[in-house]
């Protein structure tokens, strides 16, 4: 795959700084671009720090976007470096991704990643050439949740009488706030231009609407989760002679009633790393999103992972034995309830003929086997004049068959899409 018109200015413009922050928009292909920009500047020690759920997600970045020969790549999440993974690492390059995990000054990881005073000295980035962080939400809630940042990576950004601003003159430079009688509360921002203004040599931003031109209508991608990998003996000898997508897809379908069993408990096995996954989105970017899965077990479980999760709010399901009645409003609960984010549909049962377009997110925990019910249900997500990109996930289990399977239905999905739009 080759980057697209404005991910190669993002990694001309990473290879002039030692220090950044990448914050374009959720789906726009941060990963690669930092990727590129490390390949770009020969490092051949590699680190990066994510949240645990995407963890096995980096190393198939890396397989996709570095070209040749694999550097020397250590991948780890935020609660392992914070108990010591990174302590006897150096690296060329440090990529921190979903940087807004840092957003708490006084956070164990923070502490870890930026220094006790966020002021970089004996935290991981000192020992970096060059850092970049990656999020799609810098400042979630407030510009005060930017400051740790800024401070450890750009202290330029926010001097005062020449000295790097700490964190209450920073808060009272940039942030309303109010005496709530137990201390100071953050309720918004100030003076946003100049902050702007100010932090604008350390930090690139593209919204979706800017680059929609370079974009499909549909981004399909597997997305790893991790999970106990049943035993597929039986399935690895039905697909030892399939050399291609469609013989691979084509002996599946056939040999469906056989290995039905084994296809049940693999959806079973993806089911809390997909919870995990959904947990991390929903902090970071959240919206609204639709799930497809083929059995209802797995339904259930999707369902209880994802009830009590901050942002998810009620979640409506539609599957084969979903009455006629109760269906329309599951539909339309979905569609106009802001506090309505997940919906869980069985494939077939809610594939077809149904507009859930208010969501710009899909994910597959289980896929069919017949491609063509793939791309009809990833397209209850599109819809005439929409202008928002549509990220298609199908989610897979990491060495097992079941990621070979994902990876034809995606290769699948988007010839699909590239020859009918």
């Known amino acids: 795959m080759q980057l697209r018109p404005y991910q190669v200015e993002g990694v001309a413009w990473l290879g002039t700084r030692t220090r950044a922050l990448l914050a374009d928009e959720m789906r726009l292909g941060k990963s690669a671009q930092a990727i590129a920009a490390a390949h770009a500047a020969g490092a051949k020690r590699i680190g990066v720090i994510c949240p645990a759920s995407v963890r096995m997600v980096w190393p198939q970045q890396f397989e996709q976007w570095w070209p040749g020969k694999r550097p020397d790549v250590a991948v780890q999440s935020y609660d392992m470096v914070t108990n010591g993974a990174f302590d006897d690492r150096i690296f060329d390059v440090l990529i921190i991704d979903e940087a807004h995990y840092l ?25 970096a050439g060059s850092v970049i962080d990656l999020t799609g939400t810098p400042a979630p809630n407030h510009p005060g949740e930017l400051w740790a940042t800024l401070r450890a990576l750009a202290p330029e950004t926010i001097l005062k009488n020449g000295v790097p601003m700490g964190y209450w003159t ?33 930090v690139l931003r593209r919204r979706y609407a800017d680059v929609a031109k370079d974009m499909p209508p549909l981004q399909i991608d597997t997305l790893p989760v991790v999970g106990q990998v049943p035993d597929e003996s039986e399935l690895a000898a039905l697909l030892k002679n399939c050399n291609s997508d469609g013989d691979i897809l084509a002996a599946l379908k056939k040999a469906a009633t056989h290995v039905a069993q084994l296809r ?36 259930s479980a999707l369902a209880t992972g994802f009830e009590g999760i901050a942002g998810a709010g009620s979640v409506e399901i539609l599957d084969g034995s979903t009455p006629q009645h109760r269906r329309a409003l599951a539909i339309r609960h979905f569609k106009e309830n802001p506090k309505c984010q997940v919906f869980i549909g069985q494939i077939l049962a809610a594939g077809q003929g149904i507009d859930l377009s208010t969501a710009d997110t899909a994910l597959f925990a289980e896929a069919s086997w017949v491609p063509g019910e793939n791309q009809q249900a990833a397209m ?42």
């Open 380 to 421: 209850r997500i599109q819809c005439v004049g929409k202008k928002a990109l549509n990220q298609i996930w199908l989610a897979a289990l990491p060495g097992s068959i079941d990621e070979k399977i994902s990876a034809a239905n995606v290769r699948k999905m988007r010839d699909s899409v590239e020859l009918f739009g």
């Open 170 to 202: 920073y808060i009272g430079a940039y942030c309303k706030t109010v005496d709530n009688g137990f201390g100071i509360q953050i309720t918004g921002g100030k003076n946003l231009a100049k902050l702007k203004s100010a932090i604008a040599p350390f």
């Open 103 to 127: 957003k708490n000054k006084d956070s164990k990881r923070t502490k870890k990643i930026y220094g006790l005073k966020s002021d970089g000295r004996g935290g991981l980035i000192e020992k």
């Open 264 to 299: 049940r408990l693999t959806g079973l096995a993806k089911v809390k790393g997909v919870v995990d996954w959904y947990r991390d989105f929903a902090d970071g970017l959240g919206g609204k999103i639709v799930v497809f899965a083929h059995h209802r077990d797995v339904i």
